[in-house]
C-alpha cells in the first residue's frame, strides 16, 4: 500500500489549497481515509476523516468550516479543500488510511503518506 499526498505549498493567510492523496495497491473502497497533521515542534494532530461511503464525516474543531474532506473511490483519491488559511496551519500535512467501515478520527492509521508541506505567510 502506498500514500503519495501531494497539494501542499505557500500560500498568504486568507488563501487556499486543495491536498490530494492517491493511494495505490489494493481498492480503497472499504477504506477509511484521514488527514493529519504536524506542525514543527507540535505532536501530530487529527484534521479531518472520511469513512468508507463518504457519508460519515468529521474535523477537529479547528479547522471547521473552512476545511472540507472528500474522496472518489473510483480512483482511490482523498482530498482536502482547505480555505481561510491562518498562519496557525502551517504543518506538514499527512493522509491515512486504514480498513475500517466506519469512520476513524484517532491516530490508529494502519498506512501513512510522506506528508505535504502547507506553508501559510501572514
Known amino acids: 500500500v502506498q500514500l503519495q499526498a501531494s497539494g501542499g505549498g505557500l500560500v498568504q493567510a486568507g488563501g487556499s489549497l486543495r491536498l490530494s492523496c492517491a493511494a495505490s495497491g489494493r481498492t480503497f473502497s472499504d477504506y477509511a481515509m484521514g488527514w493529519f497533521r504536524q506542525a514543527p515542534g507540535k505532536e501530530r494532530e487529527f484534521v479531518a476523516a472520511?469513512?468508507?461511503?463518504?457519508?460519515?464525516?468529521s474535523y477537529a474543531d479547528s479547522v471547521k468550516g473552512r476545511f472540507t474532506i472528500s474522496r472518489d473511490n473510483t480512483k482511490n483519491m482523498v482530498y482536502l479543500q482547505m480555505n481561510s488559511l491562518q498562519a496557525e496551519d502551517t504543518a506538514v500535512y499527512y493522509c491515512a488510511v486504514r480498513r475500517s467501515i466506519v469512520i476513524v478520527t484517532t491516530s490508529k492509521y494502519e498506512y501513512w503518506g510522506q506528508g505535504t508541506l502547507v506553508t501559510v505567510s501572514s
Open positions: 472520511i469513512n468508507w461511503s463518504g457519508d460519515a464525516i
